[in-house]
């Protein structure tokens, strides 16, 4: 049984084969590959794209789908081990997991870090506490990753440029009025490294870097595909020569559980912004997000109308590549 909670656990000949028949499926929208399967998909946050896409391409494969928020529209659930439940949780996830796997065929899972704790989130306990105690298949619908929007974000490079590999690929942090996970940047570099890049990593300063364990993940695999990785905090050096830009908010780890100290230092950097001038120094790069996108703050109207822009054939095609994942998975089950 294999799970998908981050494609560093997945080959890229193996992700390639679900980009490919993603391809197919495209296509031919209606297959009966899911027909009298189930989906359990968890939502511990709000989604849009996520949750209509789940459940729209299980519907198109013949399958069907349980949507659930824990908390709302089912028993919150206790995720620490050997713990007096005298709180507000009603159930562990041990019963959970176990539960949910005799109903389902497989389970997904939403669940985004509380900002409090750095090395707790980090852990990302609750798709993992899944993982330990289920016995279907898990996917991550995002949580410290979100390798489904990296799959997405691949094939829709893969549709516009071809053969990546070589390419110069440049994720920059951009603006927010709040801090924001790290889950669609963390999961940038360490496909665009798999997939034989030249990542570039651009941020307001070295307070604003990545988690290391997703940096040298990232350089471990530049270092397997002879490409480059590398983090500058000069404007100008980063969009310069980039085939691909691709923009993200984040919080600062430095500051994280502190978001008055994290305020002050981010309210300083709203020159990040994606605009037409940056764009114009790359080398006729194509511009993505992970949407949603507030327009004028992390881009300007000239750079989500242009037609490089390819954000919203990014978020068409999480349908695809998620259906040909839970082909992929549930394959002779």
Known sequence: MKNFITTQDWSMQDLQAILDYAKNLKKNKFQDLLKNKSVALLFFNPSMRTKVSFELG???????????????????????????????????????AKVLSNYCDLI?????????????????????????????????????????????????????????????????????????NTAVANSSILIASKFGMNVKLLCPSPDYNLHEKYLEQAKKNCEENETEFSITHDIDQAYSGSDIVYAKSWG??????????????RHKNKHFIVDEEKMKKTNNAIFSHCLPLRRNVKATDGVMDADYCVAIQEASNRKHVQKSLLTNLLKGK
């Open 252 to 265: 600062s780890l430095k500051y994280y559980g502190d978001a008055e100290k994290e305020s002050i230092e």
């Open 58 to 96: 299980i519907q198109e494969l013949g399958g069907y789908a349980v949507v659930l928020h824990p908390g709302s529209d089912a028993w919150p659930i206790e995720f620490e081990p050997a713990v007096t439940m005298n709180e507000n949780p009603e159930e562990h996830i041990k019963e959970v």
């Open 108 to 180: 997904a899972v939403r669940a985004f870090p509380k900002f409090i704790n750095l090395d707790e989130d980090f852990e990302d306990r609750v798709i993992n506490s899944f993982a330990q105690y289920a016995t279907v298949p898990i996917v991550n619908m995002e949580t410290i990753t979100h390798p489904c929007q990296e799959l997405a974000h691949i094939l829709t490079l893969q549709e516009n440029l071809g053969n990546l590999r070589g390419k110069n690929y440049l994720l920059t942090w951009t603006y927010h009025p709040k801090p924001l």
